[in-house]
């Protein structure tokens, strides 16, 4: 069996197959070549598998990792693809990624108030086809009870003016 220094020794010196069983090499394959036939060359080129009785502890050093190793390949995975060190060096990169998650948070609040900024831009548009804007819309929805939030009040103004002009008609009564 070859020699194991350390568990990423025995990384390059075992495979896992996808039947669960453990390959190598053979042993003697590179010295003491004159003495041997031809044969016994060749048949030391083919891949074994590992003997039952070493099974259990190989397995364990193929399955040992080390966390903090593990830690940093997940961290520089989720940074592929930026520009240069930001990619590949660890420092750099781990500072990337901090702030990328720094600005996604800022972002996903940023999202929620321009979103409702064009639904309130769409209403308004809307509004002043009916000859109102957008504060006498509101108003008048609230005085008349209707209650519509601004997402579903631009989807009607934007898709379906009938229904809006409908809401607005409906706002102007009750309000009045």
Not at 47 to 60: F, G, I, K, M, P
Not at 91 to 100: H, P, R
Request: no cysteine; aromatic share 6%; net charge positive.
């Amino acid at each position: 069996m070859p020699k194991v220094k350390t568990n990423s020794g025995a990384k390059k010196r075992f495979t896992l197959t996808g039947t669960g069983k453990i390959k190598r090499k053979h042993a003697y394959k590179s010295h003491i070549l004159t003495k041997k036939t031809k044969k016994q060359k060749r048949n030391l080129t083919h891949v074994a598998l590992v003997d039952q009785t070493n099974l259990r502890s190989v397995r364990e050093m193929l399955l040992l990792r080390v966390a903090s190793r593990n830690r940093r390949k997940k961290i520089m995975s989720l940074t592929r693809g930026n520009f240069g060190g930001r990619a590949n060096v660890w420092t750099v990169a781990k500072n990337t990624w901090e702030k990328g998650l720094q600005y996604a948070y800022r972002d996903r609040k940023n999202k929620k108030r321009t979103f409702r900024a064009l639904w309130i831009q769409r209403i308004n548009a809307a509004a002043r086809l009916e000859g109102l804007s957008y504060s006498q819309l509101m108003g008048y929805l609230k005085k008349a009870g209707i209650v519509i939030n601004r997402k579903a009040l631009a989807d009607l103004a934007m898709n379906q003016p009938a229904a809006f002009k409908a809401v607005v008609d409906q706002a102007k009564k009750k309000a009045a």
